[in-house]
Antibody
Framework: EVQLVESGGGVVQPDTSRRLSCAAS????????MHWVRQAPGKGLEYVAG????????DYAEFVKGRFAVSRDNARNSLYLDMNSLRDEDTALYYC?????????????????WGLGTLVTVSS | EIVMTQSPATLSVSPGERATLSCRAS??????LAWYQQKPGQAPRLLMY???TRATDVPARFSGSGSGTEFTLTISSLQSEDFAVYFCQQYNKWPQWTFGQGTNVEIK
């Protein structure tokens, strides 16, 4: 069974840092691009960042560029999101999501597996 | 940024009736559109991709259509388990992927 389990959320002060983790199991993690999507309380979904299956490329939504960094450790089946200079508007439930791939491990742009999320609350 | 606009925000439907949800893109995205269903306290579930291809195990009562800027998700006969929030997502160019704000399908 595919599982994605996020951790690392909590209450943090503005302008501080936090690392989120996503532990994957039940599939060959190193074959898939992985992403972070967030959802502010009572709001819609917002794409944050993603990384290719082999860490060859990573990219970000404009509103987190320069502040967040996504990485992965295929040996540990883990995805990470390092968040710096946190702002009130970064308060959200952060989901880890697996991108559907083709036979060459190229991502197709949409997500077939999601975790349950980890809540980050930025507040003084 | 491509803005995805979903309508209506809330759709009140009786069980057994048809539900039609709309999603509009601010510029053409070809057929690079996915639909997700989200129930309270749960992660989103992929329903549709390529605008009209059902994901694995999605019942045939769900259908998708459209291309370019106008898209529709239709649920032909609503079942109790279909009452949820539905999001569309465009994946035209990474990382500028964006989601709509959602349509809440509620029991009438």
């Amino acid at each position: 069974e595919v599982q994605l389990v996020e951790s690392g959320g909590g209450v943090v002060q503005p302008d501080t840092s936090r690392r989120l983790s996503c532990a994957a199991s039940g599939f060959i993690f190193g074959n898939y691009a992985m992403h972070w999507v967030r959802q502010a309380p009572g709001k819609g979904l917002e794409y944050v960042a993603g990384i290719t299956y082999n860490s060859g490329a990573a990219d970000y939504a404009e509103f987190v560029k320069g502040r967040f960094a996504v990485s992965r450790d295929n040996a540990r089946n883990s995805l990470y999101l390092d968040m710096n200079s946190l702002r009130d508007e970064d308060t959200a439930l952060y989901y880890c999501a697996r991108e559907v791939r083709n036979s060459n491990n190229v991502g197709r742009g949409f997500f077939d597996q999601w975790g349950l999320g980890t809540l980050v609350t930025v507040s003084s | 940024e491509i803005v995805m606009t979903q309508s209506p925000a809330t759709l009140s439907v009786s069980p057994g009736e048809r539900a039609t949800l709309s999603c509009r893109a601010s510029q053409s995205i070809s057929s690079n559109l996915a639909w997700y269903q989200q129930k309270p306290g749960q992660a989103p579930r992929l329903l549709m991709y390529g605008a009209s291809t059902r994901a694995t195990d999605v019942p045939a009562r769900f259908s998708g259509s459209g291309s370019g800027t106008e898209f529709t998700l239709t649920i032909s006969s609503l079942q109790s388990e279909d009452f949820a929030v539905y999001f569309c997502q465009q994946y035209n160019k990474w990382p500028q992927w964006t989601f709509g704000q959602g349509t809440n399908v509620e029991i009438k």
